[in-house]
């Protein structure tokens, strides 16, 4: 036990940095009303959660070089634990907002680095590659438990006390980080502050353009802010799509600032040659795509089973529990298949499962919730999901050497977050802008009254809310519609809801496709073939 105690801390942490990715997804719709908020702003706060861990991991990294690896531990710890707290105690989004994705976010980009260079320092050969896989298993635990978790807690307490407990586990976690080895001497840099803001302006660019899209359009303008009566769409061009533009050439910017501070013999935010071992790349791309399917699908799917059927937190958990469970047994599965098959091997498996399960939720797509055909789909997306996380951590250490670990450490938390980020503000996106599409077009070939109709196309020009579908009717009631008008604009908004679902499922499915592109540079040698070729080298 007291070999694997660093596994064990670290663990802890690593829990909780990935406990509050899913948590918060099964409680969408009663944070939503505890707070007087909207499904909208909660989507904003998921993303910008990630987002903001994504635009800083880097420099996250380059801290813990300097201040070492264990003191940004601790210190991270501590900052996520007052995030934490603000979070528990929030009285409205703002201040949630505040807590959750800033502040916590901040803690997670000191933590997240130097939980993966801790795992270098203390372990090596085998005892490594079995520490990533136990750190790799941990996260793939929390995204399995976050729902259960964050159901069974909202249900019969409050949301707020799933913050309240991740106090009591950072408090630990400081407590026993001070006897962990740290083997890696301190790097005396100096940071390029124009790189911090280059990378985390360019991030927040991208992701901010496309979680505005489903208001602001992807490159028509729709619903463009207005200042001093003028709308905001420069050259006729949607606002989202200048934002995307411009936090892309933000970050050639940041790649070519690199570069010259290498040739001025100066210290990088980030060694950009490391994205030119092609194993690292591969596995990098593979993991933030696996981040923004894991993202996507948790958010869609809460928001069908509270939003549309009605179900409560726990509720939810329990019908997201065979992801839960399989992500855990294909996590272990994958370990103990790399002993035979090579990392590019389980991860295509991994892939091609969960585009097989992604169809099988399209076809469980329905108003009454065909139970065996969506338990089974959420069981081989967990299943595919857990096969990605047990070798990806291990490709990317594994293609670097131990001086370079904190700093893959920190690109591992950029790829996963900025993929999460994606996902939320992609699907979340796709999932709105179909909604707002399918219920204005069948509201206009409805049997409405004109007046009706008119009346709908006005409140729908800039986008239509996600409301619980069952409260539809009540709100034309209120809106002076007769009783049967009322009840044909909830059918109609109901058959929105699930129209839309299926799109952001259908655009799951190529995003899962595509993906399928980005692991041919993980390696494609098995362990066993590869160590009898190196015994025949050596005969």
Request: charged fraction near 10%; glycine fraction near 10%; charge should be positive.
């Amino acid at each position: 036990m007291k070999k694997w105690f660093v596994v064990l801390v670290l663990g802890a942490a690593q829990f909780v940095m990935v406990l509050d990715g899913t948590v918060m997804n099964v409680s969408i719709s009663t944070v939503v009303k505890d707070l007087d908020s909207s499904v909208t702003a909660m989507q904003s706060a998921i993303t910008f959660y990630t987002l903001t861990m994504a635009a800083t991991m880097l420099l996250g990294a380059k801290l813990g070089d300097i201040w070492g690896r264990k003191r940004a531990l601790i210190v991270g710890s501590i900052v996520y634990a007052i995030g934490s707290l603000t979070t528990a105690l929030s009285p409205s989004m703002a201040v949630l907002f505040l807590g959750w994705s800033v502040i916590e976010g901040l803690g997670a980009v000191l933590v997240i680095p130097a939980v993966a260079a801790l795992i270098a320092d203390n372990y090596s050969g085998k005892d490594r590659i079995t520490a990533f896989a136990t750190i790799g298993a941990v996260s793939g635990a929390a995204v399995a438990a976050g729902p259960l978790i964050g159901g069974f807690v909202t249900t019969y307490f409050s949301w707020r006390y799933v913050f309240a407990a991740e106090v009591v586990i950072m408090f630990f976690v400081v407590l026993f980080a001070r006897k962990i080895a740290e083997t890696s001497p301190r790097k005396a840099v100096r940071i390029d502050v124009l790189s911090v803001l280059l990378s985390a302006a360019g991030l927040v660019g991208i992701v901010f353009g496309m979680l505005q899209s489903k208001t602001w359009g992807w490159i028509i303008p729709l619903n463009s802010p207005v200042i001093g009566g003028v709308a905001i769409e420069p050259l006729g061009i949607s606002l989202s799509a200048w934002f995307m533009v411009v936090g892309a050439v933000l970050l050639v910017l940041f790649f070519s600032r690199q570069r010259h501070l290498v040739a001025k013999g100066r210290e990088p935010l980030l060694h950009v040659e490391l994205l030119n071992l092609r194993q690292l790349r591969s596995g990098l791309s593979v993991l933030g795509a696996q981040y923004a399917i894991t993202a996507g699908l948790f958010f869609m799917v809460p928001v069908y089973l509270q939003m549309t059927l009605g179900l409560d937190a726990l509720e939810t958990g329990i019908r997201i529990f065979p992801l839960s469970i399989a992500l855990i047994v294909f996590s272990i599965l994958g370990t103990r298949l790399s002993a035979r098959w090579s990392p590019r091997r389980i991860v295509r498996v991994g892939q091609w499962i969960l585009v097989a399960s992604a169809l099988l939720l399209l076809t469980a797509v329905d108003p009454e919730l065909a139970s065996i055909a969506f338990a089974a789909g959420m069981f081989f997306a967990g299943g595919g999901l857990g096969l990605l996380a047990s070798q990806l951590g291990n490709v990317n250490m594994s293609a670097v050497t131990i001086k370079d670990t904190s700093e893959v450490g920190g690109l591992q938390g950029v790829f996963q977050n900025l993929g999460s980020s994606l996902g939320t503000a992609l699907i979340g996106s796709i999932l709105i802008g179909a909604l707002a599409t399918s219920f204005a077009g069948g509201v206009a070939q409805s049997s409405l009254p004109d007046a009706v109709k008119t009346t709908i196309s006005q409140k729908t020009s800039g986008g239509v809310e996600i409301v619980p579908a069952a409260s539809v009717e009540q709100i034309g009631t209120d809106a002076g519609l007769t009783s049967d008008e009322a009840s044909q604009l909830q059918q109609i908004y109901t058959d929105a809801q699930l129209s839309a679902l299926r799109v952001a499922l259908f655009g799951l499915i190529l995003f899962a496709v595509l993906s399928l592109l980005l692991s041919r540079g993980i390696p494609n040698e098995a362990p066993v073939r590869a160590s009898r070729e190196t015994a025949a080298k050596k005969a």
